[in-house]
């Protein structure tokens, strides 16, 4: 019996293949991202509009936390003067180590939960939105993609990438 349950157990280490905490079907595509996205604002975090529970813990889920967010510019979507969410506030930047347009999250988004839920404090952010079914917006939507990279500036050529895409597709929709 000893033997049978030890076979087993190794039997199943050396079958079990190695499981990453996300994976997607099919790679990122920014293009595809930008024209999926509902709502597209260059904003800035201000402030907890709810603190986490305990600041020295976190996750790579959902956070219980949420952020205010001052909206510097609408790039697609509407009006809008402030926006809240979940997320943590951050003391350090994570910029996009990849080269823009990007295709990839940035890299607090690549350690377990397909998405970065992190700000900087008075940093500037991109965030691509979806409306989700309860009339809600989210950013965690596209699975490992910018959906809510840090600028570096106003100038940013991401954010610069981004403005193209969506005046292409204006353009487009009007002929």
């Known amino acids: ?6 076979v087993a157990f190794i039997s199943a280490i050396l079958s079990a293949t190695f499981a ?19 709502l597209i604002l260059r904003v800035m975090a ?10 020295n813990e976190r996750t790579t889920g959902e956070p219980d936390s949420r952020i205010r967010f001052k909206v510097l510019e ?7 003067s402030e926006l809240i969410f979940p997320g943590y ?21 690549r350690h377990g939960s397909c998405f970065a839920n ?3 404090l008075g940093a500037q952010f991109l965030l691509l939105l979806k409306k989700l079914p309860s009339g809600e917006r989210a950013v965690n939507w596209y699975a490992l993609g910018p959906t809510n990279e840090q600028l570096h500036s106003s100038s940013d050529p991401w954010l610069l990438w981004v403005r193209e895409q969506v005046q292409k597709r204006s353009a487009g929709n009007r002929k």
């Open 74 to 80: 609408v790039i697609r979507g509407g009006e809008r």
């Open 118 to 120: 992190s700000y900087r």
């Open 20 to 38: 990453f905490p996300c994976q997607r079907a099919d790679p990122v595509s920014s293009v595809d991202m930008v024209r999926q996205a509902d």
């Open 1 to 6: 019996m000893f033997t049978q349950l030890w």
């Open 89 to 109: 506030l951050s003391e350090t930047d994570d910029f996009n180590d990849h080269p823009s347009p990007y295709n990839a999250v940035r890299p607090t988004g």
């Open 46 to 55: 201000v402030e907890y509009a709810i603190a986490p529970r305990n600041l």
